[in-house]
């Protein structure tokens, strides 16, 4: 199972939009339902923000969000803020019990 | 509250054995989630190893499988990780973590504890 593709780095400025794109293939990302998304401040433990391509956990804020178009999954934070600074990492079920995380995504609050 | 602690040697020499332990509290580990660990190399990104469930049914990443054990001691509320003859390569922060029945849901994390591969 190869990495999921996430562009390195993408930033924004506060309030604005901002989206990760993830990229993967028909037997991962484009064949079920099960992205998830993952916030990692420096040092920390990531933590799950978005799961089964779009929900939300209890006290993840609604401006991150989550979609799928066939092969690619997004995050869009909606409004970002100068906490959301962070590493953000998808996660896709791969079959076989299997999982597979993308390479990561830096995001810079400008 | 569900919480996870790793812990093991945070040094290995190269051709060695690397093996840690996660220890969960406020939850059950018979009471399902599969449990198992996830690292990340310095600087790089997350790497999924494998997970255990508690009846002992193992899953590996097919690059790590043939160096992975994943055991689980349903007595002590604790599972385990065995990575042999690891390199410089190997050297990470190692989580472990639950993970739903489901999907690709890892719930609960615990806090991570490096292993540097040196001699």
């Known amino acids: 199972q190869s990495a999921l593709t996430q562009p390195r780095s993408v930033s924004g400025s506060p309030g604005q939009s901002v989206t990760i794109s993830c990229t993967g293939t028909?037997?991962?990302?484009?064949?079920?339902?099960?992205v998830s998304w993952y916030q990692q401040h420096p040092g920390k433990a990531p933590k799950l923000i978005i799961y089964?391509?779009?929900k939300r956990p209890s006290g993840v804020p609604h401006r991150f969000s989550g979609s799928k178009s066939g092969n690619t999954a997004s995050l869009t934070i909606s409004g970002v803020q100068a906490e959301d600074e962070a590493d953000y990492y998808c996660?896709?079920?791969?079959?076989?019990?299997?999982?597979?995380f993308g390479g990561g995504t830096k995001l810079t609050v400008l | 509250q569900v919480q996870l602690h790793e812990s093991g040697p945070g040094l290995v020499k190269p051709s060695e054995t690397l093996s840690l332990t996660c220890t969960v509290s406020?939850?059950?580990?018979?009471?399902?989630?599969?449990w198992g660990w996830i690292r990340q190399p310095p600087g790089k990104g997350l790497e999924w190893i494998g997970n255990?469930?508690?009846?002992?049914?193992?899953y590996y990443s097919p690059s790590l499988k043939s160096r992975v054990t994943i055991s689980v001691d349903t007595s002590k509320n604790q599972f385990s990780l065995t990575l042999s003859s690891v390199t410089a390569a190997d050297t990470a922060v190692f989580y472990c973590?639950?993970?739903?029945?489901?999907?690709?849901?890892?719930?609960?994390w615990g806090q991570g504890t490096l292993v540097t591969v040196s001699s």
């Open positions: 973590a639950g993970r739903g029945i489901v999907g690709a849901i890892f719930d609960y």
């Open positions: 406020g939850y059950s580990i018979s009471s399902g989630y599969y």
């Open positions: 255990i469930y508690h009846d002992g049914s193992t």
């Open positions: 028909s037997s991962d990302v484009g064949g079920y339902n099960y």
């Open positions: 089964d391509v779009s």
């Open positions: 996660c896709s079920y791969a079959g076989n019990y299997i999982v597979v």
